[in-house]
């Protein structure tokens, strides 16, 4: 069973997001610092999965391929950069589908816990929305990492309000990464 796995949401953690979307590779920019976290945690041992709402898929913006094409492009940079994602989890319904993937729904990660045997007790959630930070409660994920990138300035505001904190708030992923570490004594500076 995987105990020291990551799942981080996509756009507004590893790279910039935009309110129209991220439909093609140029539209893709690794937000600073991004590429080196996923190096440090790939070095720890940390098994990395995204999980990410793209519902750009059924709003008929781009094809699955292109989604693909761009996952593609992202785990080959973050490899070049000595990072690792293990796999890559998608919801592509829009919220008026209703289905149990799109997050703050649980079904991205249970998919994952079931296909790679994942130990949800001691795995944390990265993420820059409130979605993020319930999907990992509602999932029974061990840890929660709200980030400040993206749109985690209101996120915190939404989360107070519903009374849910997550565990850590960090102003970027590299910053988490130093409290993940840290969290797990391993806070160690390697390049």
């Known amino acids: 069973m995987l105990k020291k796995v990551l799942f981080l949401d996509r756009d507004g953690v590893i790279n910039t997001d935009s309110p129209d979307y991220i439909k093609s590779w140029s539209e893709f920019h690794f937000l600073p610092g991004s590429l080196e976290a996923l190096r440090r945690l790939t070095q720890h041992g940390f098994r990395l999965f995204i999980i990410t709402n793209q519902s750009v898929i059924n709003r008929q913006m781009i094809s699955v391929e292109t989604l693909e094409d761009i996952h593609d492009r992202m785990r080959a940079q973050i490899r070049l950069h000595g990072g690792k994602i293990h796999d890559v989890f998608y919801c592509p319904h829009t919220p ?8 703050p729904a649980p079904g991205l990660i249970k998919r994952a816990q079931q296909t790679h045997n994942i130990d949800l007790q001691s795995a944390g959630m990265i993420g820059d929305s409130a979605k993020d ?59």
């Open 96 to 103: 008026d589908e209703q289905c149990d993937c799109r997050k």
């Open 133 to 191: 930070i319930e999907c990992a409660c509602n999932a029974a994920c061990g840890y929660s990492i709200l980030v400040q990138t993206g749109n985690g300035l209101a996120a915190s505001r939404t989360l107070r309000h519903k009374g849910i904190r997550p565990d850590h708030e960090a102003s970027t992923l590299y910053m988490a990464v130093e409290w993940i570490l840290a969290r797990h004594h391993l806070n160690k500076t390697t390049k």
